[in-house]
């Protein structure tokens, strides 16, 4: 079909694919050439189709379509005024989030099956590349490569016989570094590299590799090391001792310029800045000494300077370094023409773009391959123009003419382009160094004829002079005296005899000097020792152990069920495996005993110190240490009522919520006690079996003891599950605020519950297996279960608190400040005393106990468990318990929620051939399903209306944004239940559904008191009501509020119907969901049902 356009005429297209939201965007440019016809009709139009990465990830300044697609037009100017393919249109299609493989394949599929693509431009980045390559090559079309692609798998002309590429490639990098080694006589070297997640540097490094693997000037690779993103200061001191006693000759990659200068820097910390040292960085962006960073006065920043507001103040020691740096880049041999990156920037918002959301006015640059994308465009309009002559349409259809033809010397805004026989560019590398000025000084030059032979001119004539920094000696491979600098021997007595008397005779005076200050420092440093241990350390002597005369009357553990005391002989529980129980000064303690042995530094008098000082109404009384015994102990305050774990599995019908708040903000008040202590810091082990109550029901947090000797004791298996799970990963014993967020988790868990956590004799997994799964952690973690009691009114605030502390992820954690905050926010006000409410609670209970017949008793529990029950299926649950408590439901605003309507189609005619007892029969079976189904999900069921089910989640319980992806999967359900499911009495008709999705803000509430219901009020219900009338049979009809939400959860299949109109809404563009991630529905002849 001929298009025929004028000059006024552009048309742009915008939809959304399965993978993301991208755009095409479609734009013919006529030319005022005459088109001659062959054959009736010849080919007018060129389909070009770009590929470019996600705008918001790490490729943004390097290749992102904001910051390179002005380029484009640009091209096309020069192709016009160069009269390069007269007589053709151009239609263009791009999309933005092409970098993801999957996508990348699908959009070439796209491209090419649906839009006529006749060439791929990208994408940018090596493995999409890779897959798009492959899949163009499928189709025999022609790929031009741009970008961060340099990885030697381009190189293999059988895989890629459709690939040209603009770009140039690791191996190239590969033999001139080998040339460098070889120039300056080094055989020896390490390597560090630092990857984002196009591991840009990685593919560098092992293309580097292989390359000496094969050359015959033997490289030795003494140590390499693959940093994290973004490395750690530790990595770097590993790579550098390493390096230290290896080699002197560094070579590194780093895909962030202020990963490379913090190297430099920690270099210049460990003192590798002598003239023994070179380190050399490798790159292939065309940046040399700078970064595609701007300063004031619009010059791009070298690497080494801290581009940050306010600086670090390190740019002097940064210098340093980069004056015994090295850099092998690409040339910055670009072409002038005008002011290039900002016509890149001001086109895209142009004609035929129209960018308004591109993210140009924080930036004064393209990107860095931008020119790149021009080359590539303006190679394969020429390549075109000069084999259209000779080959006609057939070049269309066959990549192989490219590849032919495209061997030659091009010019570019890249430079001169220099293509050799595998369609590959042939660089142009530069060796350079600094000047005193800072000013960059070219070393060699590497002229390439192909991509794997090269040509050196040397700019210097003496090796020395190229080290002028190094004081105009070259470093050494090895140093001469070994590069622990022992290898030399020195015969002093025969060559400095009487130098080696004086200076000996110096040193004796010296270290007798020396040594009378010794003894008396360690003599006074003993003392002062000796004087601060006293502080804390307790002999063993002072401690008495309790004796049948000593008598103590304590509250049982257990006596929270009596009003009154029992006399219990403290002498019974003198000594338990962990702990002796025992007077200091006539003062109870519980001694803690320590299964290894603890030799004190001054760090941890220091930390025992504090400890001392410690002075909190939530925080156990710490006395000392005892180390003279058969075991070293920890000296606490004896804490009559045992740990929280105890109490917890005693009898604990009665604690109510008024107690278990109080637990909470003693809890939270001890722990921020202790995160607010400059030493301290953290406990590291907390655990309820760590929290202890006194005789007045006041929780301490007890069993902090010296950190650095805790990880050499053993933790309990059962222990474990209170611990983190990124300190179970790491098991050096250490602890951290965000840690103790984790258990303070758990422990609130326990309290609102009033179960010991997990609940290990109900649960499935064993205690091996459960830790495991919390140290392995998942996108949906493992997780205590909190099932409160119905005789308990706890906030719903409360378990979202406690679910946001033992998130996986650390950042994520509230601290203690935040956490006291919100307990404060939903803790009921006034004065009222804890121990007086005890008594009431006891008070009330024994009148109870008094008053009540035990089968009475029994029977109308059961009877109040039905009732329970029935109410909890009319009822939300915490919406019955409210009731049952006598207090009014407040209406409840939820800001988003998605509701679901589905309806039976044709259900008239099921109704015609049907008795009233058979229908009746037909839709409970059916909805029965339903209600099944709807268990597997959190959704709740609103009400049935004849053949109609409503149900909706993110309400009464909030899920966060988990409500549309929820209803997505019942609809499913829903789906195939209806696909499987047979009328009993028609068993040759077949039922279907018609389902609408749509998302939105309503109210909840209960209405009325005679048959009360909760129902929800809301345009969100009959906007939802509508999608689901206006869907279509055996389909899933979303809205557009839904669809966006579902999209960024990012699980969902969904295709585009269009705009319809709806019933007091007009115009809507609405969607049909077809699945999620491993769950379809629909069958083969469905899927290719009309979306209109």
Not at 1085 to 1091: E, L, P, Y
Request: charged share 20%; net charge neutral; glycine share 4%.
């Amino acid at each position: 079909m001929l298009s025929i356009c004028n000059n006024e005429e552009e048309h742009i297209r915008y939809y959304t694919d399965k993978f993301d939201i991208s755009f095409y965007i479609s734009l013919i440019i006529p030319f005022l050439t005459v088109i001659t016809l062959y054959n009736g009709q010849a080919k007018s139009t060129l389909n070009l189709g770009f590929i470019f990465p996600k705008t918001t990830d790490a490729m943004f300044k390097l290749a992102s379509f904001d910051l390179s697609a002005g380029a484009i037009p640009m091209v096309i100017d020069q192709i016009r005024e160069e009269n390069l393919l007269n007589g053709y249109n151009f239609t263009f299609k791009a999309t933005r989030n092409g970098c993801f493989e999957p996508n990348a394949t699908g959009f070439t599929h796209d491209f090419i099956a649906n839009g006529h693509t006749d060439v791929i431009f990208g994408p940018p980045c090596n493995d999409a590349a890779v897959a798009s390559s492959y899949l163009s090559r499928f189709y025999a079309k022609p790929t031009f490569l741009w970008g961060v692609v340099s990885s030697s798998k381009f190189s293999d002309t059988t895989q890629f016989s459709n690939l040209v590429s603009v770009a140039s490639i690791f191996p190239s990098l590969a033999i001139t570094v080998i040339d460098v080694m070889k120039a300056f006589n080094w055989t020896r070297f390490t390597f560090i590299y630092a990857s984002n997640q196009y591991d840009r540097c990685t593919r560098m490094y092992s293309d580097i590799i292989d390359e000496t693997a094969k050359n015959d000037y033997k490289l030795v690779l003494a140590s390499s090391m693959k940093a994290s993103n973004p490395p750690l200061q530790k990595e770097f001191d590993v790579f550098l001792d390493t390096t230290q006693s290896n080699a002197r000759i560094i070579f590194g990659c780093f895909d962030d310029d202020t990963w490379k200068r913090s190297f430099m820097l920690r270099m210049f910390d460990r003192k590798l800045t002598t003239d023994e040292y070179v380190f050399i960085s490798l790159e292939l962006k065309n940046m040399q000494w700078t970064t595609n960073n701007y300063n004031k006065e619009g010059r791009r920043v070298p690497f080494y300077l801290d581009p940050s507001t306010p600086p670090d103040g390190r740019d002097d020691d940064a210098i340093q370094v980069a004056k015994k740096t090295l850099v092998l880049d690409l040339s910055r041999s670009f072409i002038a023409k005008g002011d290039f990156d900002m016509e890149v920037l001001q086109r895209v918002k142009q004609q035929p773009f129209y960018c308004a959301d591109c993210q140009t006015s924080s930036v004064n640059s393209s990107s860095l391959y931008s020119r790149y994308l021009y080359d590539a465009v303006l190679l394969w309009a020429n390549i075109l123009n000069k084999t259209l002559p000779q080959y006609g349409d057939k070049v269309f259809d066959d990549p192989s003419i490219y590849r032919r033809h495209c061997p030659g010397m091009y010019e570019g805004v890249s430079g001169t382009i220099n293509m050799d026989k595998d369609c590959i560019r042939a660089p142009y590398f530069q060796l350079l160094t600094l000047s005193d000025s800072l000013t960059s000084v070219v070393v060699f030059n590497y002229t390439f004829s192909t991509h794997t032979t090269f040509v050196r001119s040397d700019q210097f004539s003496e090796i020395s002079d190229v080290f002028k920094n190094w004081a105009y000696t070259p470093p050494l491979n090895i140093p001469s005296c070994g590069y622990s600098g022992l290898t030399c021997p020195i015969n002093l007595l025969k060559d400095h005899l009487v130098e080696v008397i004086i200076v000996s005779a110096v040193v004796v005076v010296i270290l007798i000097i020396v040594a009378i200050i010794s003894i008396y420092a360690i003599y006074t440093t003993r003392q002062q020792n000796k004087a601060e241990m006293m502080r804390w350390l307790i002999p063993y002597t002072s401690i008495e152990t309790v004796g049948t005369s000593k008598i103590d009357i304590s509250q049982s553990l257990h006596s929270f069920n009596s009003s009154e005391t029992s006399k219990n002989d403290f002498s019974t529980k003198n000594k338990t495996t962990n702990f002796i129980f025992a007077y200091l000064d006539s003062e109870t303690i519980a001694a803690q005993r320590h299964d290894v042995y603890i030799s004190v530094t001054p760090s941890d008098i220091k930390e025992l110190n504090e400890l001392i000082k410690m002075d909190h109404e939530n925080v156990n009384k710490f006395y000392g240490m005892c180390l003279d015994s058969n075991k070293a102990l920890s000296i606490y305050k004896y804490c009559k009522r045992g740990s929280l774990s105890e109490v917890l599995l005693a009898d604990n019908t009665m604690f109510d919520s008024f107690f278990l708040m109080s637990l909470i903000c003693d809890l939270t008040a001890g722990l921020h006690y202790i995160h607010s202590s400059s030493l301290i810091q953290y406990h590291g082990r907390l655990n309820s079996k760590n929290c202890l109550l006194n005789d007045r029901w006041q929780l301490k947090i007890s069993n902090f003891n010296l950190k650095e000797h805790r990880r050499f004791e053993k933790t309990k298996a059962k222990n474990k599950l209170w611990i983190a799970p990124e300190h179970l990963r790491d098991e050096s014993g250490y602890g951290s605020k965000e840690g103790d967020i984790y258990s303070l988790g758990i422990i609130f868990s326990e309290i609102v519950t009033k179960k010991v956590a997990w609940d290990l004799e109900n649960r499935g997994e064993s205690l091996e297996e459960l830790v495991y799964l919390i140290k392995r952690g998942s996108s949906n973690p493992v997780r205590p279960h909190i099932h409160i009691s119905h005789d308990v009114e706890i906030n719903p605030a409360m378990i979202a608190l406690i679910k946001d502390c033992w998130k996986e992820e650390l950042k994520e954690r509230p601290n203690t400040k935040q956490i006291r905050i919100l307990i404060k926010a939903f803790t009921e006000k006034g004065a009222k005393n804890l121990m007086d409410h005890v008594f009431f609670i006891l008070e009330q209970y024994a009148g109870t106990l008094k008053n009540e017949v035990e089968e009475r008793t029994k029977e109308l529990g059961q009877e109040q468990k039905r009732s329970d029950e029935l109410l909890c299926r009319m009822l939300p649950p915490q919406i019955a318990i409210k009731l049952k408590m006598g207090k009014v439901v407040e209406p409840e605003n939820f800001e988003c929620v998605t509701i679901l309507f589905s309806d039976i189609v044709k259900f008239s005619n099921i109704q015609n051939k049907s008795t009233p007892l058979q229908l009746i029969n037909f839709v409970n079976n059916l909805f029965t399903l339903f209600d099944n189904l709807i268990q597997t999900c959190d959704i709740y069921k609103v009400e049935t209306i004849a053949d109609g089910y409503l149900c909706v989640s993110g309400l009464p319980v909030r899920n966060l944004e988990r409500h549309p992806l929820e209803c997505a999967k019942l609809a499913l359900k829903f789906m195939e239940c209806v696909h499987k499911y047979r009328i009993p009495h028609l068993p040759n008709d077949t039922v279907q559904l018609r389902i609408g999705l749509h998302s939105g803000p309503c109210v909840g509430t209960v209405i009325g008191l005679s048959m009360p219901r909760y129902c929800l009020f809301g345009d969100t219900v009959n906007t939802a009501s509508r999608i689901e009338s206006n869907g279509k049979e055996g389909k899933i009809h979303i809205s557009q509020e839904c669809y966006e939400l579902l999209t960024k959860l990012g699980d969902a299949h969904m295709e585009l119907r269009g705009e319809i109109l709806i019933k007091g809404k007009g115009l809507l563009t609405t969607y049909f969901l077809t699945g999620l991630t491993g769950h379809y529905f629909l069958d083969e002849q469905n899927h290719h049902t009309s979306n209109i």
